[in-house]
């Protein structure tokens, strides 16, 4: 089992950066490939990135291509979003979400393919 906790979120301005972080409990973490999805108020939850198993395969939404990017340490069991010239529309809950993976860089974008989620951390931009 693993237990995911966010961490990072705050109120920023439109055009700053902000980094967050997900750390896992477990010692399989690098068994799981890493996704971030956001949730907006009034809104469906949405896919935003992954990272695979062994950090050599990510995929980004097309909303945050560009501007945001994903990294992890399988030996801190850390998954990170660095997440640059936001704009007031990634306003939304952060969400980590593990993914168990027999191929090592393999990735789904796909909720249900994930088994465990975090609490999610607020990402607030005003404009």
């Known amino acids: 089992q693993v237990q995911l906790a966010e961490s990072g979120g705050g109120l920023v301005q439109a055009g700053d950066s902000l980094s967050l972080s997900c750390a896992a409990s477990g010692r399989t973490f690098s068994a799981y490939a890493m996704g971030w999805f956001r949730q907006a108020p009034g809104q469906e939850r949405e896919f935003v990135a992954v990272?695979?198993?062994?950090?050599?395969?990510?995929y980004l939404s097309n909303s945050v291509k560009g501007r945001f990017a994903i990294s992890r340490d399988n030996v801190k069991n850390t998954v990170n979003l660095q997440m640059n010239s936001l704009k007031p529309e990634d306003t939304a809950v952060y969400y980590c979400?593990?993914?168990?993976?027999?191929?090592?860089?393999?990735?789904?974008?796909?909720?249900?393919?994930?088994?465990?989620w975090g609490q999610g951390t607020k990402v607030t931009v005003s404009s």
């Open positions: 990272i695979s198993r062994d950090a050599g395969n990510t």
């Open positions: 979400a593990a993914s168990r993976q027999i191929t090592f860089g393999a990735i789904q974008i796909r909720e249900s393919a994930y088994d465990y």
